[in-house]
């Protein structure tokens, strides 16, 4: 099963699939499920990593599980060769790789703003995708990969932290589901509570760049994408592009989806949103550089509020609160409820779903209750980072509704959530 195709003509990915709808019986298991050893060739599911710099080289194994990688600077490239040894194929062009028929699975550590774009092209071509966070990086993105995704019949994933949130989020969602807290609740996201805080001031940009010369080794038109064209800058690439709006969103934009999608699980808000999202922030905010932010209120309809400080900017109104409050008690991390009884009541609930892994979703076609966010939950969670950076950017409260997953009443906020894209990247 390592050619590119079996002698019928199918698929490598089309094989895994296929094995998985007609029962667990015809499943690869690889054998370090069964005995803990390694995965036989045969079994491994394949990759192909696009985007190899700072945080894609932690997506490159060890070929053959990884046949491909793919950047448009070449540097990071050869270093991604050396790292994969053995037959891995280099690429400059990530189209080039989606033409393959013997990889399985898409990785795409690149920057935010290409994210949605590789992914819907993988998902149209019938590659399973794993995504960097956030999963896309404008509203417009995300509903054009919910329908790529579901209508090619892919899994997909993105890679935050993970639902179990520093192994209490399996705890968090028991908890609400018991009602023991009673609601409406509140959730106040801090330092205190989010080990690395929000990286405000690290990945802010900076205004009025002077041009610098392109570097030989980078294909800086390629590595623009759908962004506009800019003065190449060394600080607009290579990770602090986190500090410029039409690459990412700030630290918020680099960090906010770890620490947001584990709470959009654990309050049962998958399927929903908020409909009202205000930020305190210095403003005017600049139009090309991310800047500081203080605090992100996002409100639900039933009520749920969650208060997210950066404690970088402004009062710390949140400082001595606990994680989770309802009417009925508070939440203040680990196993640590109040009032004290409480936790000998939730034993009486049942737990949640098991929190299945990237591999699972991809042998068994089963992607609901992933360690990590399935298309649907990855855009709901990083649909919140949008909104919220439109808070501040504009300097005002923005309604939504997250039925029609529309801004509400706000055209120029709507222009802003789905900016123009540079030919030939459209969605």
Not at 205 to 221: M, T
Request: net charge neutral; hydrophobic share 35%.
């Amino acid at each position: 099963m390592s050619e590119k195709q079996t002698k019928s003509g199918m698929t490598r990915r089309n094989f895994l699939r296929g094995s998985a709808a007609v029962g667990t019986g015809m499943l690869i298991v690889p054998s370090s499920y069964v005995f803990g050893g390694p995965t036989a060739p045969s079994n491994m599911i394949t990759r192909a990593v696009i985007g190899t710099g700072g945080m894609g080289m932690g997506h490159v194994t060890k070929y053959p599980q990884t046949l491909a990688v793919c950047d448009v600077d070449k540097n990071h490239l050869e270093n991604a060769k050396r790292k994969a040894g053995g037959q891995v194929t280099a690429y400059s062009d990530w189209r080039e790789v989606l033409e393959r028929k013997d990889i399985d699975t898409i990785h795409i550590p690149t920057p935010p703003h290409w994210h949605a774009q590789i992914a819907i092209a993988a998902a149209k071509a019938g590659f399973d995708v794993y995504s960097e966070k956030p999963a896309t990086h404008t509203l417009a993105e995300s509903k054009a990969l919910v329908e790529a995704v579901e209508r090619s019949g892919v899994v997909y994933q993105a890679n935050t932290w993970g639902r179990s949130y520093l192994g209490i989020g399996w705890f968090m969602r028991k908890l609400v589901m018991s009602g023991l807290l009673g609601g409406p609740l509140t959730v106040c996201l801090n330092p205190r509570y989010c080990p690395t805080g929000f990286k405000i001031k690290m990945w802010s940009g900076r205004p009025n760049l002077e041009p610098h010369p392109i570097p030989k080794v980078l294909d800086y038109d390629m590595w623009l994408g759908p962004a506009p064209v800019k003065p190449y800058h060394p600080h607009r690439v290579h990770g602090s592009f986190r500090g410029y709006w039409d690459y990412d969103e700030g630290g918020f934009g680099d960090m906010g989806q770890h620490h947001i999608d584990p709470f959009q699980y654990a309050l049962g808000k998958d399927d929903t949103g908020p409909t009202e999202i205000e930020a305190v922030a210095p403003w005017p905010q600049h139009p090309d550089a991310c800047g500081l932010w203080g605090t992100i209120n996002l409100k639900y309809a039933d009520g749920t509020k969650i208060i997210i400080e950066s404690w970088e900017w402004g009062e710390h109104t949140t400082e001595g609160r606990p994680l989770i409050e309802g009417p009925n008690g508070k939440y203040w991390g680990g196993m640590n409820l109040e009032p004290a009884n409480l936790l000998e009541k939730l034993k009486q609930f049942p737990d949640p779903p098991k929190l299945e892994s990237w591999e699972h979703a991809v042998r068994t076609r089963e992607n609901v209750n992933g360690v990590h966010p399935n298309v649907r939950q990855a855009t709901r969670s990083a649909d919140l980072l949008h909104l919220a950076s439109l808070a501040v950017r504009l300097g005002r409260k923005i309604n939504y509704d997250p039925v029609k997953q529309e801004i509400v009443g706000d055209p120029e906020a709507t222009r802003m959530a789905n900016p123009p894209r540079r030919a030939p990247w459209t969605l």
